[in-house]
């Protein structure tokens, strides 16, 4: 989601490209227990409740990861389509040397290193003062966003820019739509100027969703289990499950489901959450992001394998969406859209995707390569209701809100996901990141007692 400006061509091979090596985690003891009550209970199975049970995991105490859907991975999901594994959630994630890359590289599940975003202007690869060109558009609206926000100025991203001039309505999708799901007048300039996003660089031939499934797939978990209820009972809460009799009983309790899913209610709370944090909710609703898969045989794009594009014009017509091409090296395409048209494609499927693709494709590249494009395969995590958006942003003025959580709840809950982590929100690697640090405070609350 990030921009690392690159030639391109001189991009390093797939570090492994054979088949799926789902390796078992390293985990502790505290693992084949049939639990209806343990120390920590995680509700959420996405990059933050995997990353948090893994935790309470290691530390040798009881857990349960309580996950709505059918499957772990949450918003890093992969699908078989076109008879190939294929990410229709996030499809890279950034470096972290003790993350979720370490994590991936201690249970022996394969990641592959890519290249930065190739720019092609008018369907032909940019020249290098192209480059230098975006880039400079890029960091000019970085300097006010980020000046707007020491003079304590939070408002739209929109008013602070400067005035239009080439290249700039490509940084703005770049900055908006197409890396946070959001128009430039949705976003706040302090929850920007806050973010510090190390660029995605690492994926995985097996697919991200495959390799999360993987780093979960020793868990004390359940799937088809959305929480309802948490109520405070005192020494300990109790969780309630939609369908299920019995409640749970937790010592701490790390909530990983996503904000929006929370500012809509989906899970009561016993007593209600304080008003501040409920408004904190309700004030990051989620960005529209949306995959668009398909097959384009021949390579008419003149793609590398796993090269990502982003197809652009120095004038004022900004792109609508991010190309990964010949993921794993077939014939597999990927588009993902930001904002307006990924709102279409959430509400109306994949005859919209169909068309939003072959637009694009031919605005970009040519008639010739829109055409091509029979068939798609498209996600919808914009009208998911276990998910609600891509990636939860602050409206202007609220960004400060952030922080708040950060902060426990009633003692025992710790909130954990995208939205948690304070510099590197709205990431794979920041969710996992957050799923942790709500772990290790989960088993501070547990202290000495019995493991
Ligand atoms: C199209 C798209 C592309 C993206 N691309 C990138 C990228 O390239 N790089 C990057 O770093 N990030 C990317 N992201 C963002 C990244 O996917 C998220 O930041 C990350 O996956 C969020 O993880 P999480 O654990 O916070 O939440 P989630 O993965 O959403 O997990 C939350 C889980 O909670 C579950 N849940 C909801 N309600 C309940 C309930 N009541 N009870 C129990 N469980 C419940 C949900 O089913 C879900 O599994 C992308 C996102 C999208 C949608």
Partial sequence: M???????????????TGAALLAAPALGPALAQGVSDADVVIIGGGAAGIAAARKVAQAGRSHLLLEAGAALGG?????TAFGLPVDLGAGSFGRDPEGLSAAARGSDLPLTTLAGERLFVEGHDARESAYDAFAAALGRDRREIVTAADAGRDVAVARV????????????????????????DALSTLDLALRAVVPDDLSSPIGVGALLEGLGARLNRQTHAPVNLITNNGRFHTVSVTGQRATIRARAIVLAVPAPVIAAGAIRFNPVLPPRLLAAFRAFPGGALEQVAFLLPGNPLGLQPDERVLATRPDALAPTARLRGRVNGTDLHVLTFGGAPARQIAEKGEAAALTLARDFLARSFGGGAGAAITEVAASRWTSDPLIRGAIASAMPGQGGLRRLFTEPVQNRIFLAGEYAALEDWGTLAGAWASGEIAAAKALRVLGDGPA
């Avoid at 918003?75 to 699908?79: D, H, I, L, S």
């Fill in 2 to 16: 990030t921009f690392a400006p690159s030639r391109g061509l001189s991009r390093r091979r797939l570090l492994a």
């Fill in 75 to 79: 918003r890093a999901r992969t699908e």
């Fill in 161 to 184: 820019l400067p005035p239009p001039g080439p290249w700039s309505a490509s940084a703005g999708a770049c900055l908006g739509p197409l890396g946070l799901g959001k128009e430039l």
